[in-house]
């Protein structure tokens, strides 16, 4: 019974283990089937586990931060400029940010950090941010997103072309500004970052440094300003030494105050996460400023015996400029020296040098960025150490003349790149468009005469107060209380 039972059961069984077998035997046939997608699906899987939130939130706010600087520099020129073109000025420097974050957006980061292409170019295969997604790119910066590190790169894209307002200021029509920073930030900016910091990039290959923009941002947008400068001619109307007057020191302390603010995020985000390299770029970024801005004072004290806030800011902004190439190779006491360097060469850069070789760069674009920026390049060749970022290397001063040669290198390609591509731009866009205004619009003013707006429409004056005050005292009014309805302003 029991055999027989258990022959039966055996034959009874029999069925479902064939079924069973049969469905394990195609199971295994899907999976095999299945196992190249499976691996393609895993993929995000694995870049995601790569990713680190701290590092992502680090350059996220990095990036908020360099974008601030663009109005920041708004603020920045459009104090330094007359009256009658603050307006102009400041919607230049705005601009730029609609116009070249599109273009970035488009094909510019493409061009930049793509593919390399001959080592001069990236492809376009990364056209319209195509492939620039969530996944990290283990070349730029292997724990945050692609997109991530592609939108940081996009401020610094941005601000660039900007600083060339300050050479071009005060007589450059809007339409053929607009033109010329398409065509710059293409034509210049986009290969010269590619050849810096892409992977392939000839610069990048030969090891010159610069951790945030010495060369890519600063000598490229000085430079620039330069060359269009001595191409648009001096402005009109000019006092008879030249020399023009901030005429809203508090506007140019806003916008120094929002550069300085912004530039923790252009250094320290530049080491691409929330590290000790971050850490120290930081605090080499402050000392820097603070040592550069207490080097022009002293300098201009000693020349005119009156340190100003405008001495002030500026020198501030030339060691902020100075230190950004150098900032993630360099300890505390080699900012310190790169401070006061950029403060004393850029206060004889702005206050002597246009004046002996005759050129209107109209609000230091060149003495502040050009010379700054240079000086910046040219000491990370002096002051680099592996010690700060193993990644670097040791500069002149740590027993390796080389890589003051490879910065020199770095210097002379960047000057000369940007002033025949910024030659070759202006002309471009002069023939099509025209660059300067009209004798008559720079005259009335580019804000009246371009845009329609007046910086200051409504003026309160003393003679304004003391009219209304005796109008008041007239008609027994007591002063604070008269004609509340009324229009109480008065055109300057």
């Excluded at 980061?109 to 056209?127: M, T």
């Excluded at 900007?162 to 200021?169: E, M, N, R």
Aim: charged content about 10%; glycine content about 14%.
């Amino acid at each position: 019974m029991r055999a027989a039972g258990g022959s039966g059961g055996a034959a009874g069984s029999a069925g479902p283990r064939r079924r069973r077998a049969a469905a394990m035997s195609a199971a295994a046939v899907l999976l095999g089937l299945a196992l190249p997608g499976l691996a393609l699906a895993a993929a995000p899987g694995s870049a995601a586990a790569a990713l680190r939130p701290g590092d992502e939130a680090w350059l996220l706010a990095s990036c908020a931060l360099v974008l601030v600087m663009t109005p920041g520099l708004a603020f920045f020129y459009g104090g330094m400029v007359r009256k009658k073109n603050v307006i102009t000025t400041m919607l230049q420097v705005f601009a730029v940010i609609g116009v070249v974050s599109i273009q970035w957006v488009l094909f510019g980061y493409s061009l930049a950090f793509g593919p390399d292409v001959g080592h001069v170019i990236g492809s376009l295969s990364w056209i319209g941010f195509r492939h620039v997604g969530a996944a990290p790119d283990a070349a730029y910066a292997p724990t945050i997103p692609a997109e991530l590190y592609a939108i940081f790169q996009m401020m610094f894209a941005v601000i660039t072309p900007a600083l060339i307002v300050g050479g071009l200021a005060e007589r450059m029509r809007f339409k053929a500004f607009l033109l010329f920073t398409v065509l710059w930030a293409t034509i210049v900016y986009d290969p010269l970052a590619h050849w810096v910091w892409g992977t392939g990039g000839w610069l990048h290959d030969l090891g010159v440094l610069d951790f945030a923009g010495g060369t890519v941002v600063h000598i490229s947008s000085g430079v620039a300003g330069l060359v269009t400068a001595i191409l648009l001619g001096k402005r009109r109307g000019l006092p008879g030494d030249e020399h023009v007057r901030a005429h809203n020191l508090p506007l140019v302390l806003i916008g120094t105050a929002l550069l300085w603010f912004g530039w923790f995020g252009f250094n320290a985000g530049s080491a691409g996460n929330a590290g000790p390299l971050a850490a120290s770029a930081f605090l080499v970024t402050n000392t820097a400023a603070a040592a550069a801005s207490m080097a022009w004072m002293a300098v201009e004290w000693l020349r005119t015996g009156k340190a100003t806030l405008m001495g002030a800011c500026a020198g501030a902004v030339c060691g902020l400029v100075a230190i950004t190439p150098a900032s993630g190779f360099v300890g505390p006491m080699g900012s310190i020296a790169i401070g006061v360097g950029a403060g004393v060469i850029c206060y004889f850069a702005a206050a002597t040098l246009k004046m002996r070789f005759g050129y209107d760069d109209a609000l230091d674009a060149f003495g502040g960025h050009g010379i700054g920026g240079t000086w910046g390049a040219i000491a990370t060749g002096l002051f680099a150490e592996v010690a700060v970022n193993s990644g670097g290397a040791n500069g002149l001063l740590y027993g390796n003349p080389r890589q003051l040669l490879l910065q020199l290198v770095g210097v002379a390609t960047a000057w000369v790149f940007s002033a025949a591509g910024t030659f070759v731009v202006y002309k471009l866009v002069d023939r099509l468009v025209g660059c300067r205004v009209s004798p008559a619009e720079e005259e009335a003013g580019l804000d009246a005469a371009l845009h329609g707006e007046d910086a200051y429409p409504e003026q309160v004056t003393w003679g304004g107060i003391a009219q209304w005050v005796g109008t008041s005292l007239e008609r027994g009014e007591a002063p604070g209380a008269a004609r509340r309805g009324h229009e109480r302003q008065f055109r300057a």
